[in-house]
């Protein structure tokens, strides 16, 4: 358990170097290029961050309000509320708000920007068809979400897409408007095909690390749940049932399907969808956690 968590944090600060890399190397050849230099890399770095300030502050109501869930008392179901209390107090975290999603697909999610505002929703369907220890693997998979500071996380990783994406766009309207010409020379030819290549496939290899970042949070997830409950077959169990299931949740919605236990769309298996999912494969995350 402790390899796997060391090992799953070592990788997505790799990735986030990764992202940091490409932003420079893009903002260098726009300043080169453009004659603006790094005002603006900061100009798009200031853009992103405004258009996140909402999700990062709110994201965690509109997540809710677009799952459809509604908020659980601890007389509306004790067994559910006990357990996340329980959990919480076994790991030292303040209690989230807690709710229920009226939907039979087993799924649940986390959100929130810290662990003092935190949220935890579980569907109806999980809480009915796993076990004890499979439910309690779950629940405290979503609070290693809260712990690690993942959804934190994400909210920096959508600012530095967006920059990536900004400094994209910027760059190719450059190359549009004032061509070819104005950088003459073999070396302005060289930073043309270069810009061009960087314009071009840096919004899609930004995509391809955001999800990076969040199938490598998902394994550390699953890491911290096994090391909170110290039973790591009740999570890998969980999964197994959960991947049997396979309608879709009534309300899943591409903005938020990284935020749920395992993905809310029903996928094909092949390669492709293997690369742009929001998730790790199930089969992969149970046989990490038996080799723990």
């Known amino acids: 358990m402790y390899n796997q968590i060391t090992s799953n944090k070592r990788k997505s600060i790799f990735i986030m170097v990764l992202f940091i890399i490409i932003i420079i190397a893009l903002g260098w050849v726009f300043g080169k290029i453009s004659g603006y230099g790094y005002e603006a890399l900061i100009f798009a770095i200031i853009i992103s961050a405004i258009m996140s300030l909402f999700s990062y502050f ?70 009915e068809k796993l076990e004890n ?21 994400m909210t920096i990783v959508i600012v530095l897409v967006g920059v990536i994406m900004l400094l994209s766009d910027w760059l190719l309207r450059s190359f ?14 060289i ?14 290899i930004a995509q391809l690390i955001q999800l990076a970042v969040s199938r490598k949070r998902e394994f ?45 769309f029903s996928e094909k298996k092949n390669r492709l969808t293997k690369f742009f999912s929001t998730h790790p494969p199930i089969e992969d995350r149970i046989k990490s956690l038996r080799e723990m």
């Not at 939907?103 to 109806?124: E, M, Q, W």
């Not at 043309?192 to 290549?197: A, L, P, R, T, V």
């Not at 909170?228 to 938020?256: D, V």
Request: net charge neutral; proline share 5%.
């Open 191 to 204: 930073l043309f095909i270069i810009g061009i290549i960087l314009a071009i496939l840096s919004p899609l």
């Open 58 to 127: 709110q994201g965690d109501k509109v997540a809710l309000w677009t799952a459809g869930a509604k908020a659980l008392e601890k007389n509306d179901n004790p067994y559910v509320y006990r357990m996340v209390e329980n959990l919480c107090i076994a790991d030292g975290l303040p209690l989230p708000k807690i709710y229920l999603i009226h939907d039979s697909s087993p799924n649940a999610f986390a959100c929130g920007r810290d662990p003092k505002h935190a949220s935890i929703a579980l569907t109806t369907g999980i809480v």
């Open 220 to 264: 550390l997830a699953d890491a911290s749940a096994a090391f909170l409950t110290r039973y790591p077959e009740g999570l890998a169990k969980a999964l197994e049932k959960i991947s049997q299931y396979k309608q879709p949740l009534q309300k899943a919605n591409r903005a938020t399907a990284h935020l749920y236990f395992s993905n809310p």
């Open 133 to 153: 220890e499979e439910l309690e693997g779950v629940i405290a998979h979503e609070l290693s979400h809260i712990k690690n500071y993942d959804i934190r996380l």
């Open 176 to 189: 549009w408007f004032k061509g070819r010409d104005d950088n003459k020379g073999q070396l302005g030819l």
